[in-house]
């Protein structure tokens, strides 16, 4: 089962809880991040759905980066970043700081882009649809313009 419009949380409950689907299964499996915030859980508990929440796994930051790393970020030898997540852009910030301004900020969706705004970073890029293959589309277009079809004179 896909959201068929926001791909999200909400989007999720909302396409959960449509009476085609409603209307089947009333129990369902949530495995979950600790950093995931409620509202699949509770927005099917409202809707009746016998709800197993489990916290499947743990976010934690990732080892510092090397040195190398850490050069070309400051230095502005990396074009562009993907955050796909708010806990990315805060593990972000703290191991390698804020971006440089020649970097191109691309954020998955609404939470991430609130989040990056929150610790101050300018958001470039947010896909219409948050997904992996929309974040890399973007980017892509906000880099390389699709070339318009112009007729010979």
């Known amino acids: ?20 689907v409603a209307g089947g299964a009333r129990r369902v499996l949530v495995p979950r991040s600790d950093l995931a915030e409620p509202t699949v859980v509770d927005g099917l508990r409202a809707a009746g759905w016998g709800v197993d929440d489990v916290v499947a796994y ?12 850490r050069t070309a970020w400051r230095s502005g030898a990396v074009h562009a970043v993907l955050l796909s997540s708010a806990s990315t852009v805060r593990n972000l910030v703290d191991l390698l700081g804020p971006p440089p301004s020649s970097v191109v900020v691309c ?47």
């Open 58 to 69: 743990r976010t934690v930051p990732g080892p510092a980066p090397d040195d190398a790393v």
């Open 1 to 20: 089962l896909l959201p068929s419009g926001e791909r999200s949380a909400a989007g999720l409950v909302a396409a959960m809880t449509e009476p085609s």
């Open 107 to 153: 954020c998955i969706g609404t939470r991430t882009t609130a989040a990056a705004r929150d610790l101050g970073l300018r958001v470039d890029v947010v896909p219409a649809a948050a997904s992996a293959e929309e974040l890399v589309d973007a980017l892509a277009s906000s880099v390389h313009p699709p070339l318009t079809h112009r007729s010979p004179l």
